[in-house]
């Protein structure tokens, strides 16, 4: 079975400053993907950035970076120059390649302080 | 594309009464997935569908529980009869296809039951 987990249920911020969010896993698959979607107040799920296993080299999408360490099964998210508009649930998630099932983590809920 | 459509956004209904929460999948999308999301156990994948046929129904809780894709734009997930336990938000996602990694969620439906 695949489990996701995020340590760090709460997590603050000061405006434009660098935070960075916890994530590892457990799988005996070599062939996967993870992702961290944010979830505003709003309730709506948006991917924030993938990653493929079978990639070495590090997502980035803008501000937001990834830091995977396959190895030992850690794909924490670096949230550069932090913005009020950050403030949301971050959820780890999990998929086995060609099974489009996520296995979520608990979720760290971040707060941008102005 | 107006996105991943859930309906109603908010539903308060009594217990033993029968809820239908309803979902329209981006056009084009093959896949679709019902999560619940709780305190207690996060996001859960209840069933999903690849081209209107359920794939893997094992997240479905009990008997309680059924959904229907009757066609491509539209399923169901009903609950009958509904408990104060089955209180969440339900959230309906589609992609591509099962091969497909990115899902795209709606804005969830927020469920309590009295």
């Known amino acids: 079975a695949q489990t996701v987990t995020q340590s760090q249920p709460e997590m603050s911020v000061q405006e434009a400053e660098t935070v960075t969010l916890s994530c590892t896993y457990d799988?005996?698959?070599?062939?996967?993907?993870l992702f961290w979607y944010k979830q505003p107040p709003s309730r709506q799920m948006i991917l924030v950035i993938r990653?493929?296993?079978?990639?070495?080299q590090n997502a980035t999408e803008n501000r937001f970076s990834v830091n995977f360490q396959k190895a030992a099964k850690s794909f924490s998210l670096k949230i550069s120059d932090s913005q009020l508009g950050d403030t949301a649930m971050y959820f780890c998630?999990?998929?086995?390649?060609?099974?489009?099932?996520?296995?979520f983590g608990s979720g760290t809920k971040l707060n941008v302080k102005p | 594309d107006a996105g991943v459509i859930q309906s109603p956004r908010h539903e308060v209904t009594e217990m033993g009464q029968e809820v239908t929460l309803r979902c329209k999948p981006i056009?084009?999308?093959?896949?679709l997935f019902w999560y619940r999301q709780t305190m207690m156990r996060g996001l859960e994948l209840l069933i999903y569908?690849?081209?209107?046929?359920?794939?893997?129904d094992s997240g479905m809780p009990e008997d309680r529980f059924s959904a229907k894709m009757p066609n491509a734009s539209f399923s169901t997930l009903k609950i009958q009869p509904s408990e104060p336990r089955d209180s969440a938000v339900y959230f309906c996602?589609?992609?591509?296809?099962?091969?497909?990694?990115?899902?795209?969620f709606g804005q969830g439906t927020r469920l309590t039951v009295v």
């Open positions: 996602a589609s992609s591509l296809g099962p091969r497909d990694t990115e899902a795209f």
């Open positions: 799988t005996s698959e070599n062939n996967y993907y």
């Open positions: 990653q493929e296993a079978y990639k070495q």
């Open positions: 998630a999990f998929m086995k390649h060609a099974l489009n099932k996520f296995y």
């Open positions: 056009s084009g999308h093959n896949s």
């Open positions: 569908f690849n081209n209107n046929v359920p794939i893997d």
